[in-house]
């Protein structure tokens, strides 16, 4: 399961990122080609980039703590990463029918 949602975070962020992914897939080959895409995003401009942010639901939180960093591409590429994760895990979640559960759980 594990590597099924590693394999569809890849591909949400290729289509999304235009990302050449390379034949051994992991979590940081995805990063680094993402950090290499924030770099030139920001190399943009910032309004460009916050929209991007913005669009993606990229917590301003821990935006605003990554932007103090030293590498800030890396550490908003795994924030990228991580909230695309998010996403798939989620669909999975739902898609697999635990919305059953869930709706268990929220009846008084």
């Given at each position: 399961m594990e590597e099924n949602i590693l394999k569809e975070t890849a591909l949400a962020l290729r289509a999304e990122?235009?990302?050449?992914?390379?034949?051994?897939?992991?979590?940081?080959?995805?990063?680094n080609l993402l950090a290499a895409r924030i770099v030139k995003i920001i190399e943009r401009g910032p309004d460009v980039f916050y929209q991007?942010?913005?669009?993606?639901?990229?917590?301003?939180?821990?935006?605003?703590?990554?932007?103090?960093?030293?590498?800030?591409?890396?550490?908003?590429?795994r924030l990228i990463y991580e909230r695309q994760l998010q996403k798939i895990q989620s669909r999975l979640k739902y898609k697999t029918g635990k919305v059953n559960e869930v709706d268990d759980e929220l009846k008084w």
């Open positions: 990122w235009e990302l050449e992914l390379p034949d051994n897939l992991s979590e940081e080959a995805i990063i991007l942010m913005y669009r993606l639901d990229i917590s301003e939180k821990k935006l605003g703590a990554v932007l103090q960093s030293d590498d800030k591409a890396h550490q908003i590429a």
